[in-house]
């Protein structure tokens, strides 16, 4: 695995699930991990979930932190104004890196046109139909368009 590897972190959640998926900077899904969501009762944990989770894909990749460049979080547009900061706060206590959150539904769409993009990449064994990972990719693609170097 090569250290210049860029990864990018997309997290989807819902009240209904939370998705952690690794993607490289072409759209390769490296790794994905689910469990039950953690909004709105169980916030104060969901640092220390997301934490666990990629620390548990790192492993079955074999990808170093140093690989890491952003997580992209997507949430439910309203909590986003009383969660944003308090989630920011307990990724980056934990995480070195960018951390940038996002309404799902945005993301939903800028994932849908990246997995377009990439659809032949993607492991021929996930069944898309049952797996949703419009949000994760979004939230990716907002890690990437967010630690990208600007022009001017």
Same mark, same amino acid.
């Given at each position: 695995?090569?250290?210049?590897? &860029? ?10 699930? !939370? *998705?952690? %998926? ?36 790192? %492993? ?15 949430? +439910?547009?309203?909590?986003? +104004? ?6 920011? #706060? ?7 890196? %960018?951390?940038?959150?996002?309404? &799902?539904?945005?993301?939903?769409? #800028? %994932? ?11 492991? +021929? ?7 949703? !990972? ?8 907002? *890690?990437?368009?967010?630690?990208? +170097?600007?022009?001017?």
């Amino acid at each position: 695995m090569s250290l210049s590897m &860029r990864i990018f972190v997309g997290v989807d959640c819902d009240e209904k699930r !939370l *998705a952690v %998926g690794l993607v490289g900077s072409q759209g390769v899904l490296r790794g994905l991990s689910t469990t039950g969501s953690l909004l709105p009762d169980r916030l104060d944990t969901l640092g220390s979930c997301l934490n666990g989770m990629i620390r548990g894909l790192r %492993g079955e990749t074999n990808l170093r932190m140093k690989n890491f460049c952003g997580i992209g979080i997507g949430i +439910p547009g309203r909590y986003l +104004p009383e969660l944003r900061d308090e989630i920011e #706060k307990q990724v980056r206590q934990l995480l070195d890196i %960018g951390v940038y959150i996002e309404d &799902r539904d945005t993301l939903a769409a #800028k %994932g849908t046109l990246w997995l377009k993009d990439v659809a032949d990449m993607l492991d +021929p064994r996930l069944d898309l139909r049952k797996l949703d !990972l419009r949000v994760v990719y979004g939230a990716a693609k907002l *890690a990437v368009d967010s630690t990208r +170097p600007k022009n001017g």
